[in-house]
């Protein structure tokens, strides 16, 4: 079946642009997660939506970071006046049930994004 | 604050060997923790799952091990092939959310 898949896979942005990255979770997954992953490093986790509601935006690094599930299905991770120490790579997971503590996530190929 | 460390960052071994990957964590409050393979320009392929109540998973020639009380696991590799070439990943869940992850040990087998 149809895995996460992430769109686009790869933007440059100039300094100050506003992105939006698009993830399409494994259809009926109730739990979605957006991370960062700067080079060289782990992925970190930037928020967690379960259906529409987002329950943790913890992680976001400034509020110039906005994500939203409006229908509990596709999710867009929206970053505004861009800097270059947003460039990194953003994946996208989702695992099918809540409050599974033993659910895997099953990640996207996740965007890279460069900031000019 | 949870932290996960892998060691080494990076290794190469010859094409056959066995060879073992560590991950520390310093708190043992944990669900599961997990070891994820990433290929250059690709998304996390989830590799073994170890609940915090289990000691070991085994998935072909791979074992994962789990010491939650001394905030400790290994992966073994077996008879390492050139397609095993990829960065690896422990991470860790500490609530329903949230995984933490090291930085990856990135392994090169030589053929």
């Known amino acids: 079946g149809a895995g996460v898949s992430q769109s686009p896979r790869y933007k440059v942005a100039k300094r100050g642009q506003d992105v939006a990255l698009r993830c399409d979770p494994i259809?009926?997954?109730?739990?979605l997660f957006w991370y960062q992953q700067a080079l060289g490093q782990g992925p970190e986790f930037l928020t967690y939506?379960?259906?529409?509601?987002?329950?943790?935006k913890s992680g976001l690094p400034s509020d110039r970071f906005f994500a939203e599930r409006p229908e509990g299905s596709v999710s867009t991770l929206k970053i505004q006046r861009t800097q270059q120490e947003d460039s990194a790579v953003y994946l996208c997971?989702?695992?099918?049930?809540?409050?599974?503590?033993?659910?895997?996530?099953?990640f996207g190929p996740g965007t890279r994004l460069l900031v000019l | 604050k949870q932290e996960v460390t892998q060691i080494p960052a990076a290794l190469s071994v010859p094409e056959g060997e066995n060879l073992v990957l560590n991950c520390s964590f310093t708190?043992?409050?944990?669900?599961?923790l997990q070891w994820f393979r990433q290929d250059p320009g690709k998304g996390l392929t989830s590799l073994l799952l170890?609940?915090?109540?289990?000691r070991e998973q085994t998935s072909g020639r791979l074992n994962a091990s789990l010491d939650k009380s001394s905030g400790r696991s290994t992966l073994y590799i077996a008879a390492s092939q050139p397609g095993d070439s990829a960065t690896y990943l422990c991470?860790?869940?500490?609530?329903?959310?949230?995984?933490?992850f090291g930085k990856g040990t990135r392994l090169h087998i030589l053929p």
């Open positions: 708190d043992s409050a944990i669900y599961n």
């Open positions: 939506f379960q259906n529409e509601a987002q329950l943790d």
């Open positions: 997971a989702s695992s099918p049930r809540v409050g599974k503590n033993q659910e895997t996530q099953y």
């Open positions: 259809s009926g997954h109730v739990s």
């Open positions: 170890i609940q915090s109540s289990q």
């Open positions: 991470a860790v869940r500490i609530r329903d959310d949230k995984i933490i």
